[in-house]
């Protein structure tokens, strides 16, 4: 029997005292570890100098140069920026050419002859601190470089300098406005011509450019009517020639073939088109007199090939995992008269083969038994070899040096862990190689090898000192009944599996006997949490959590060392569903209860091995709805009630609308889709063929608006679209083509705003937007152009700041950190006003991760414990817990107000089904939820459930009251609210909500 409702009568469960600071949850990893380090990265060679990126411990980041010697090795500028990033660092005859972001000017070009002195700004192209941005820099002779930049109004076009501002120069503005794109490909032909892929708006074509404008010019159409240029390479072939060779994709059949061309339109000419079952060929390398380059043919999979430049002489060179499987070869590097590239058949994972003498060799399996060795960096050093970074059982990420035949490491650097870091390239000068490398004892330094284990040392410590607290880097936090599941890394275990109920911090499962687990994508569904995690044994596989959160249960997909490698986590009517790959029919949807028996395929898509590569799943009910591609459709809407699966198909036949960004709006979706009469616009589907329609085509035409960033808050959907005048701008629909309309134009002009996520804050959405006036910083919006505003300038002025996603409390307060030279706790309450600082004194933090009870959780470094788990006291919270259930495709929505001591709270239940009656209940949490049905879960104890309001349904909604008396007994009460809706076509008889968890404060 359910009592009426009173708050004192719930006193049985245990109140808090509520902080007023941040407290620290565990040290998880006690100790100090990271010496200084000025993180040596990026190195190039020019003039017989390295040069190359790193930080002094006094005066900041700055680029540097060495001759090899600690003493010839110097700072030559430091960068004082709240990003000083130094990149695109480029060999330019004697100098090197690079970007780097000043306090002053922002991101622009400058270039250095090794001097002090010769290490200047060559041009400030956008005047103020935005910066242009300039990347791509290659040598056409005569003193002068190409590259792409954005300024002056113009989008990314190519422009050229000889090192001097007024020697920089526009060459031609070919996307007009300041819409276009940097190249995504582009490659030199000689050192006088540089090739490129750009838009001028009739899509993806090949330009090329000697340095003049009157140079700079379209190639296209190519023989075929081919389009969409891209892998552009620079080769010599006999019978052709020297000549830049790219993929293209011809008109007459769909397929991408390979094309070659010496700069004009006559020299254009198809080399081949194989014809196949993938994006086409990839990767293109020269070597040997020949072009190398991946591809799939539809009978060996993804493999390498290569070519003669004849159409009988493109061949497979090499079908590294037999049949229609691939081994997925890429970072092809020559090497004398060898090509070296990685791949990754099962047997093995991804790991260094070489290509000699007609035959693809397996160099070394490195990473034996526990997964792959991921080669990085693989740079040419000697006649026939390279060295590259890999990371082998029991060694970590370390150096090599590879033949034909095998690689041997040349010093294991750091014994107790990796030395290298991923984003570290190495240079060659004078027979040696350097780069950056972390011994653990000195930090990130420089370091060079002549090749040997001897020769393998460290250049010179540009930082040297004692050492830092160690941290265990929470991540991947999530709320669960029984408080909180995140994964950290204690020193001794890796990165696994924890669990806190802020009393208690424990782990929950050493899974991996060596290097750690790396649980990621932690998902609460029904009354499990799940992640994926690696236990060195069975590959990369499902995992859900033992109730009473004591150990781990795996999940099995794909048998054996494979592993089905998840992703796509989704609560789905108190199951899990997911996507995985178990070997043999490709990547496609599964669904589990959280027993092994029950993980299974919900429907094989591709067939035949083929992968639908379902995504953007949303959960509806008992429908699951999500994105998948099949060859009669290509990518549609396709949705799912686990026995039976179906297909909206926008686009009729095999073309398919490239669905994505699916949402939930009650009993519909709205999705992406892009049709050739709108482009790319807002869609929505009752789940029915006849309701399947376009919401509004927001820029009118083929061109379309890109909709992206789709949220639900307040029953209507948010997103951000370019409309082709106000440029990308945030836009709000109720589903309808009246009620879809343009929020505000944040950013005048057709250049729009750089927007960030959208996060919902009850009717109300949060999001970051990057503007010329105030830089990146939070906004708040209610949907209309007067309650749209910024919160807070955190970084006064153009600079704008790190903002980190915020995290909604409740339904009064969300909370964010802004970092630009610090990092700073702010909490608002959706105005100007009330964006306040909150004080977390002696922390670097990093960003609220999750809330639990009256309490936010983040990460962040008192400089003595390291990057651990923090909580912190809010008062008043509403977090909501679990999902509903309902015989329709919806269920019951519940929303409750904060209750703060004094006040009346609002609970209001939506998309409900008329002619009901609603009950709201209230009760303890219980440890862990308390399946009634196969699909429904009560999330509060029965036994201490009362009767908070009741209300007969005749629009679709309930709204609830209760008054939360002015007594301090009651601060910190924890209390799970729930409506069950009575009489419904459901099973049981009735609908239930989803939870909402409160907790009584101030």
């Given at each position: 029997m359910i009592a009426r409702c009173s708050l004192l009568s719930l006193l049985a469960v245990s109140t808090s005292v509520l902080a007023q600071s941040p407290t620290l949850v565990a040290d998880i990893r006690p100790g100090f570890f990271d010496p200084p380090s000025s993180r040596v990265r990026e190195c190039v060679t020019a003039g017989g100098n390295v040069f190359f990126e790193a930080e002094d411990p006094i005066a900041g980041p700055g680029l540097f140069c060495s001759d090899g010697t600690a003493a010839g090795t110097r700072m030559l500028r430091a960068f004082f920026a709240a990003e000083a990033v130094i990149e695109w660092l480029t060999p330019v005859g004697n100098e090197v050419w690079f970007t780097a972001t000043d306090a002053q000017v922002g991101r622009e070009l400058w270039r250095s002859d090794g001097t002090v002195a010769g290490t200047v700004l060559v041009a400030d192209l956008e005047p103020g601190t935005a910066g242009s941005f300039p990347e791509r820099f290659f040598d056409i002779g005569g003193g002068r470089v190409v590259f792409f930049a954005s300024a002056q109004g113009f989008g990314f076009e190519p422009w050229v300098s000889d090192g001097t501002a007024a020697g920089t120069a526009l060459l031609r503005d070919i996307t007009p406005g300041p819409g276009g794109f940097p190249p995504r490909y582009a490659a030199s032909l000689g050192g006088s011509q540089v090739f490129f892929n750009h838009n001028d708006g009739s899509g993806a074509e090949l330009w090329v450019t000697d340095g003049t404008t009157a140079g700079t010019q379209r190639l296209q159409p190519f023989a075929g009517g081919a389009s969409d240029p891209a892998w552009?390479?620079?080769?010599?072939?006999?019978?052709?020639?020297?000549?830049?060779?790219?993929?293209?994709?011809?008109?007459?059949?769909?397929?991408?073939?390979?094309?070659?061309?010496?700069?004009?339109?006559?020299?254009?000419?198809?080399?081949?088109?194989?014809?196949?079952?993938?994006?086409?060929?990839?990767?293109?390398?020269?070597?040997?007199?020949?072009?190398?380059?991946?591809?799939?043919?539809?009978?060996?999979?993804?493999?390498?090939?290569?070519?003669?430049?004849?159409?009988?002489?493109?061949?497979?060179?090499?079908?590294?995992?037999?049949?229609?499987?691939?081994?997925?070869?890429?970072?092809?590097?020559?090497?004398?008269?060898?090509?070296?590239?990685?791949a990754a058949p099962p047997a093995t994972g991804r790991e260094l083969y070489s290509y000699a003498n007609g035959a693809a060799t397996l160099v070394a399996d490195l990473a034996t038994g526990f997964g792959w060795s991921q080669p990085r960096e693989i740079t040419p050093f000697g006649t026939n070899e390279v060295a590259f970074s890999a990371r082998a059982t029991g060694v970590g990420r370390e150096l090599y040096l590879a033949s034909a035949q095998n690689a041997q490491l040349l010093r294991d650097i750091n014994p107790s862990g990796s030395a290298l870091p991923v984003v570290s390239s190495m240079a060659v000068l004078n027979g040696n190689l350097y780069f950056g490398a972390d011994d653990a004892v000195s930090g990130q330094e420089l370091w060079a090898t002549d090749g040997t284990t001897a020769g393998t040392r460290q250049v010179v410590d540009l930082a040297p000192g004692s050492g830092t607290p160690n941290s265990s880097g929470p991540a991947g936090i999530v709320?669960?009944?029984?408080?909180?599941?995140?994964?950290?890394?204690?020193?001794?275990?890796?990165?696994?599996?924890?669990?806190?109920?802020?009393?208690?911090?424990?782990?929950?499962?050493?899974?991996?006997?060596?290097?750690?687990?790396?649980?990621?994508?932690?998902?609460?569904?029904?009354?499990?949490?799940?992640?994926?995690?690696?236990?060195?044994?069975?590959?990369?596989?499902?995992?859900?959590?033992?109730?009473?959160?004591?150990?781990?249960?795996?999940?099995?997909?794909?048998?054996?060392?494979?592993?089905?490698?998840?992703?796509?986590?989704?609560?789905?009517?108190?199951?899990?569903?997911?996507?995985?790959?178990?070997?043999?029919?490709?990547?496609?949807?599964?669904?589990?209860?959280?027993?092994?028996?029950?993980?299974?395929?919900?429907?094989?898509?591709?067939?035949?091995?083929?992968?639908?590569?379902?995504?953007?799943?949303?959960?509806?009910?008992?429908?699951?709805?999500?994105?998948?591609?099949?060859?009669?459709?290509?990518?549609?809407?396709?949705?799912?009630?686990?026995?039976?699966?179906?297909?909206?198909?926008?686009?009729?036949?095999?073309?398919?609308?490239?669905?994505?960004?699916?949402?939930?709006?009650?009993?519909?979706?709205?999705?992406?889709?892009?049709?050739?009469?709108?482009?790319?616009?807002?869609?929505?589907?009752?789940?029915s063929v006849a309701g399947t329609q376009l919401v509004a085509d927001v820029n009118p035409g083929p061109a379309g608006s890109s909709p992206s960033g789709l949220v639900v808050a307040g029953g209507r959907v948010w997103f951000v679209a370019d409309d082709g005048s106000a440029g990308t701008e945030l836009w709000v629909t109720d589903g309808t083509t009246a009620g879809t309309a343009l929020v505000m134009d944040i950013e005048p002009g057709a250049g729009g705003a750089q927007f960030g996520e959208l996060v919902p804050f009850g009717d109300r959405v949060l999001f970051t937007a990057g503007t010329?006036?105030?830089?990146?910083?939070?906004?708040?919006?209610?949907?209309?152009?007067?309650?749209?505003?910024?919160?807070?300038?955190?970084?006064?002025?153009?600079?704008?700041?790190?903002?980190?996603?915020?995290?909604?409390?409740?339904?009064?307060?969300?909370?964010?950190?802004?970092?630009?030279?610090?990092?700073?706790?702010?909490?608002?309450?959706?105005?100007?006003?009330?964006?306040?600082?909150?004080?977390?004194?002696?922390?670097?933090?990093?960003?609220?991760?999750?809330?639990?009870?009256?309490?936010?959780?983040?990460?962040?470094?008192?400089?003595?414990?390291?990057?651990?788990?923090?909580?912190?006291?809010?008062?008043?919270?509403?977090?909501?817990?679990?999902?509903?259930?309902?015989?329709?495709?919806?269920?019951?929505?519940?929303?409750?107000?904060?209750?703060?001591?004094?006040?009346?709270?609002?609970?209001?239940?939506?998309?409900?089904?008329?002619?009901?009656?609603?009950?709201?209940?209230?009760?303890?949490?219980?440890?862990?939820?308390?399946?009634?049905?196969?699909?429904?879960?009560?999330?509060?104890?029965?036994?201490?459930?009362?009767?908070?309001?009741?209300?007969?349904?005749?629009?679709?909604?309930?709204q609830f009251s209760t008054f939360v008396p002015n007594s301090t007994v009651l601060l910190g009460l924890r209390l799970a609210n729930q409506v069950a809706v009575t009489v419904t076509p459901h099973s049981a008889g009735w609908d239930l909500s989803n939870a909402v968890l409160t907790t009584v404060g101030l």
């Open positions: 552009l390479c620079e080769a010599f072939v006999p019978g052709i020639g020297h000549r830049v060779f790219f993929s293209a994709r011809a008109t007459a059949n769909g397929f991408r073939g390979i094309y070659a061309t010496a700069g004009t339109q006559a020299t254009t000419q198809l080399i081949v088109n194989i014809g196949g079952t993938g994006s086409g060929p990839a990767l293109l390398t020269g070597h040997d007199n020949r072009l190398f380059f991946v591809h799939a043919d539809g009978q060996s999979g993804h493999e390498l090939w290569v070519s003669d430049g004849t159409a009988a002489g493109t061949v497979l060179a090499a079908d590294i995992e037999p049949g229609t499987a691939s081994s997925f070869p890429d970072q092809l590097v020559s090497s004398g008269n060898t090509l070296y590239f990685t709320y669960d009944y029984r408080g909180l599941f995140f994964a950290a890394d204690d020193g001794a275990n890796g990165r696994e599996l924890w669990q806190t109920d802020f009393a208690t911090t424990t782990l929950v499962a050493d899974l991996a006997s060596f290097g750690g687990s790396n649980p990621e994508s932690i998902t609460r569904a029904g009354q499990y949490v799940y992640f994926c995690a690696n236990d060195s044994v069975a590959g990369r596989e499902l995992w859900r959590v033992d109730a009473g959160g004591a150990g781990a249960t795996m999940l099995e997909v794909a048998p054996g060392a494979t592993g089905s490698d998840p992703t796509e986590l989704t609560a789905w009517d108190g199951r899990l569903a997911f996507v995985a790959d178990d070997g043999s029919r490709g990547r496609e949807l599964w669904v589990s209860d959280g027993t092994p028996a029950g993980t299974v395929l919900v429907r094989d898509i591709g067939l035949g091995g083929v992968s639908s590569f379902p995504n953007s799943l949303a959960a509806m009910g008992e429908v699951l709805v999500f994105s998948a591609t099949q060859n009669s459709t290509g990518r549609e809407l396709m949705f799912t009630d686990g026995p039976n699966t179906f297909v909206i198909d926008v686009v009729p036949g095999s073309t398919g609308s490239e669905v994505a960004e699916i949402v939930v709006l009650g009993d519909r979706v709205l999705f992406v889709a892009e049709t050739t009469s709108a482009g790319r616009e807002l869609w929505i589907s009752d789940l010329i006036a105030s830089g990146n910083e939070l906004w708040v919006s209610d949907g209309t152009a007067a309650g749209t505003q910024l919160l807070v300038d955190s970084v006064p002025g153009s600079g704008g700041a790190l903002i980190y996603s915020p995290f909604v409390s409740g339904s009064r307060h969300a909370y964010f950190f802004a970092t630009s030279s610090g990092s700073v706790l702010y909490r608002t309450d959706g105005s100007p006003a009330g964006t306040v600082v909150v004080p977390t004194p002696g922390l670097a933090a990093a960003r609220v991760a999750a809330v639990h009870g009256e309490r936010i959780y983040f990460v962040a470094d008192d400089g003595v414990t390291g990057g651990e788990l923090w909580a912190l006291d809010v008062g008043a919270t509403s977090v909501p817990l679990g999902g509903p259930c309902a015989a329709g495709r919806g269920g019951p929505e519940l929303r409750v107000d904060d209750p703060v001591l004094g006040t009346t709270v609002t609970s209001r239940c939506t998309n409900i089904q008329s002619g009901t009656a609603a009950w709201l209940l209230l009760g303890l949490r219980p440890f862990l939820p308390l399946p009634v049905t196969n699909d429904c879960l009560l999330l509060l104890e029965p036994g201490t459930a009362v009767d908070a309001g009741f209300a007969l349904v005749s629009s679709g909604a309930a």
